[in-house]
């Protein structure tokens, strides 16, 4: 998957990690994949088992200077903010699944939903035959 966000030519300016093993071994392998540096990797203990009101909580506390933000946490917070965020794309993101979109705000505000549009949804079963279907 970290090829997979590498060839999407996404760059979060921030990206944060559960500190869960499996979470933050996903964290750094992305990082390496798209010559993020190592040590600005950030580990907040609050994302293990968040859920989408944590989820939100944790994003919305970000500088508003870092213009992408890569989350590396867990379900089913993370498939609730993905919907929130994309109303309907998934019953579940699995393991090691990429949501990215674009929000049109100079703010981390993520309750109030803005128009998002989705950039990329993917996950390691995906083929290019399913590449068009949302709902999995």
Same mark, same amino acid.
């Given at each position: 998957? #970290?090829? !997979?966000?590498?060839?999407? &030519?996404?760059?979060?300016?921030?990206?944060?990690?559960?500190?869960?093993? !499996? /979470?933050?071994?996903? &964290?750094? /392998?992305?990082?390496? &994949?798209?010559?993020?540096?190592?040590?600005?990797?950030? =580990?907040? /203990?609050?994302?293990? $088992?968040?859920?989408?009101?944590? *989820?939100?909580?944790?994003?919305? #506390?970000?500088?508003?200077?870092?213009?992408?933000?890569?989350?590396?946490?867990?379900?089913?917070? +993370?498939?609730? +903010? #993905?919907?929130? *965020?994309?109303?309907?794309?998934?019953?579940?993101?699995?393991?090691?699944?990429?949501?990215?979109?674009?929000?049109?705000?100079?703010?981390?505000? $993520?309750?109030? =939903?803005?128009?998002?549009? $989705? +950039? +990329?949804?993917?996950?390691?079963?995906?083929?290019?035959?399913? &590449?068009?279907?949302?709902?999995?």
């Amino acid at each position: 998957m #970290a090829r !997979r966000i590498q060839q999407a &030519a996404i760059r979060p300016s921030l990206i944060i990690s559960s500190p869960a093993v !499996r /979470a933050w071994t996903t &964290a750094k /392998a992305v990082a390496k &994949a798209i010559a993020y540096p190592s040590e600005f990797l950030q =580990r907040d /203990a609050q994302l293990y $088992l968040a859920d989408m009101d944590a *989820l939100i909580d944790i994003v919305e #506390a970000q500088e508003n200077g870092f213009n992408n933000i890569l989350v590396v946490a867990h379900n089913p917070g +993370l498939t609730n +903010l #993905a919907n929130h *965020l994309c109303p309907d794309l998934t019953d579940n993101l699995p393991t090691s699944g990429v949501v990215s979109v674009t929000i049109d705000s100079d703010i981390w505000d $993520l309750r109030n =939903r803005k128009p998002t549009t $989705l +950039l +990329l949804y993917d996950y390691p079963k995906r083929t290019r035959e399913t &590449a068009g279907v949302a709902k999995k």
